[in-house]
């Protein structure tokens, strides 16, 4: 169980162009899902958090308006990349994670991950 | 400031040899542990977690972690390495957010050697 997928799993695109990440939880209820970017040899910085139904959050530094978030449903939440640049490519990997009440802790499920490559 | 620390950034290692990644975590009250591995161009899979209980933690293919609340650390380990275990490790930790925000640290590179 807790399974999370990403699609597509690899993306290049030209720059100015602007790409969607998707992020779903194919078994369970995903009341807050979380994006990482990851650069080479380095560790997964949060981009954002968003919970279903309403805006996300964003890390100081995450540019809201090039990075766009969108939580519509409890099992699918999606990245968008806005006008794209070579400096955007990364590897970005979604989270999942399911309200499991007061007291408990809600661990979060990770993706396989998106490679972007912006030329 | 919350942080994670990942003393090693690699770590080489011969087959069957044992080995320990070691992590540590600036103080806090309450916190829950985890250890993820990565294979290239893959996601994060979870090793093992703590979130209470027993203060040692078995995970899977072997691998298992003490937390140890006065040194603030959470370390991994494993009695015999293979090769298959090459991988990068990342230790993570949640400061009691809400909605289970995580902080990792910066990543352990493991090379076991044939």
């Known amino acids: 169980g807790a399974v999370v997928s990403q699609h597509p799993s690899r993306v290049i695109c030209k720059s100015g162009t602007s790409v969607k990440i998707e992020c779903r939880s194919l078994?369970?209820?995903?009341?807050?899902m979380f994006w990482y970017r990851q650069f080479p040899k380095q560790s997964l910085m949060l981009m954002a958090t968003s919970n279903e139904g309403s805006k996300a959050t964003y890390e100081q530094g995450v540019e809201k308006d090039k990075f766009l978030i969108n939580h519509a449903s409890l099992t699918l939440s999606t990245l968008t990349v806005t006008s794209a640049h070579p400096e955007d490519s990364s590897f970005y990997i979604c989270?999942?994670?399911?309200?499991?009440?007061?007291?408990?802790?809600?661990?979060?499920?990770f993706g396989p991950g998106t490679r972007l490559t912006v030329l | 400031a919350q942080s994670v620390t990942q003393l090693d950034s690699q770590v080489p290692v011969f087959e069957e040899a044992p080995v320990e990644l070691r992590c540590n975590y600036s103080?806090?009250?309450?916190?829950?542990l985890f250890w993820y591995v990565q294979y290239p161009n893959q996601g994060l899979q979870l090793l093992l977690k703590?979130?209470?209980?027993?203060?040692l933690v078995k995970g899977i293919n072997g691998f298992e972690a003490e937390f140890n609340k006065s040194q603030t650390s959470f370390h991994l380990r494993k009695p015999s390495v293979h090769i298959s275990d090459t991988a990068e490790y990342f230790c993570a930790v949640n400061y009691g957010g809400s909605q289970g925000n995580l902080i990792f640290g910066k990543g352990t590179k493991l090379s076991v050697k044939p």
């Open positions: 078994d369970f209820q995903a009341t807050t």
């Open positions: 703590y979130l209470s209980g027993s203060t």
């Open positions: 103080s806090s009250v309450s916190v829950y």
């Open positions: 989270s999942a994670s399911h309200l499991r009440g007061t007291g408990s802790y809600n661990e979060q499920f």
